[in-house]
């Protein structure tokens, strides 16, 4: 079982920069892939990006150059840095985890196990 809790969300100007970061519990955190997906009122949930090790990052083509994924597996945390923020942002950030996966899928909400609560990020124009 793993747990996961986002923190960071909040307020900020379009242009300006967040970042979130989600806490897992649990072992062996290193063999998780780690996405990132976020929903805007009245929307569904989408992907923003998913680390799978240390390096190998992937991203939507909405925040790809903007935001960048990373992971400190001795903190059992995984981090999304926001840059140039934009007022399409604002969501509610979800982490979510998943220890069993194909590369290919992992854009799918399907794929993970594991959900945090979110946490919401507004940004102002």
């Known amino acids: 079982q793993v747990q996961l809790v986002e923190s960071g969300g909040g307020l900020v100007q379009a242009g300006g920069s967040l970042r979130l970061s989600c806490a897992a519990s649990?072992?062996?955190?290193?063999?998780?892939?780690m996405g990132w997906f976020r929903q805007a009122p009245g929307m569904e949930r989408q992907f923003v990006g998913v680390?799978?090790?240390?390096?190998?990052?992937y991203y939507a083509e909405s925040v790809k150059g903007r935001f960048t994924i990373s992971r400190d597996n001795a903190k059992n945390t995984v981090y999304l840095q926001m840059n140039s923020l934009k007022p399409e942002d604002t969501a509610v950030y979800y982490c979510?985890?998943?220890?069993?996966?194909?590369?290919?899928?992992?854009?799918?909400?399907?794929?993970?196990?594991?959900w945090g609560q979110g946490t919401q990020v507004t940004v102002s124009s």
């Open positions: 680390i799978i090790w240390s390096e190998s990052a």
């Open positions: 649990g072992r062996a955190f290193s063999n998780y892939a």
């Open positions: 979510a985890a998943t220890q069993f996966f194909a590369s290919a899928t992992l854009s799918s909400l399907e794929s993970y196990d594991y």
